[in-house]
């Protein structure tokens, strides 16, 4: 009798199969994965701070429609129109208006000269200057006219429906006392000047 193991019959042998991975495993993930939740992480960083707008209504201020448009008029060679925007707070809505233009950069030249201001839509075949406001009998009207004056501010020529306020020698602002026209209606404005 010797003193030896004794062999086993082996009866379930697996054969190795290097195509499919092993059960329980996992895939390592790839880079290109945690690529594209990165770069949606920077992008929004970058373009968060860019499109970001702070929007208050301030109580009379008014609020711009843009850096101004440069006009050149028989009087001088450029005259810079910025218009504004008021806030009409009317009972359950609100709404913006045309209510304010500042004229800059007039030159001495136009002292004494009549400027003229109209505006007008974005309708390429209507050349129909648009109501600006109404005057206190409730009658509107389409241009803002005044004499331009180097020491004072410039005379109007429809008493109470817009006053002129001086802000320079080379410039002053237009409130229209009871805007008509919406600040979306606005597309552009021209100036034009005559003799006194």
């Not at 301030?58 to 504004?84: H, K």
Request: glycine letters at 10%; one cysteine or more.
């Amino acid at each position: 009798m010797g003193g030896g193991p004794i062999p086993r019959k082996v009866t379930n042998v697996q054969v190795l199969r290097f195509d499919d991975p092993p059960r329980g495993s996992r895939k390592k993930k790839s880079s290109s994965k945690l690529l594209l939740p990165i770069s949606l992480l920077i992008a929004v960083g970058l373009f968060g701070s860019t499109f970001a707008a702070n929007i208050s209504i301030n109580s009379d201020q008014s609020l711009e429609f843009g850096q101004g448009v440069l006009s050149a008029a028989a009087c001088d060679s450029t005259i810079n129109i910025t218009p504004a925007a008021t806030f009409d707070n009317i009972e359950n809505s609100g709404i913006f208006r045309f209510g304010e233009v500042t004229l800059s950069g007039v030159e001495g030249n136009c002292v004494g000269k009549i400027l003229t201001l109209r505006a007008y839509d974005n309708n390429a075949s209507n050349d129909t200057p648009l109501t600006l406001g109404t005057t206190s009998g409730g009658v509107g009207y389409s241009t803002i006219a005044m004499t331009w004056a180097s020491s004072s501010a410039p005379t109007a020529s429809i008493s109470g429906a817009y006053t002129i306020t001086q802000v320079s020698s080379t410039s002053a602002r237009v409130t229209i006392t009871t805007a008509a026209l919406t600040a979306g209606g606005l597309y552009k404005m021209t100036i034009e000047s005559s003799g006194s």
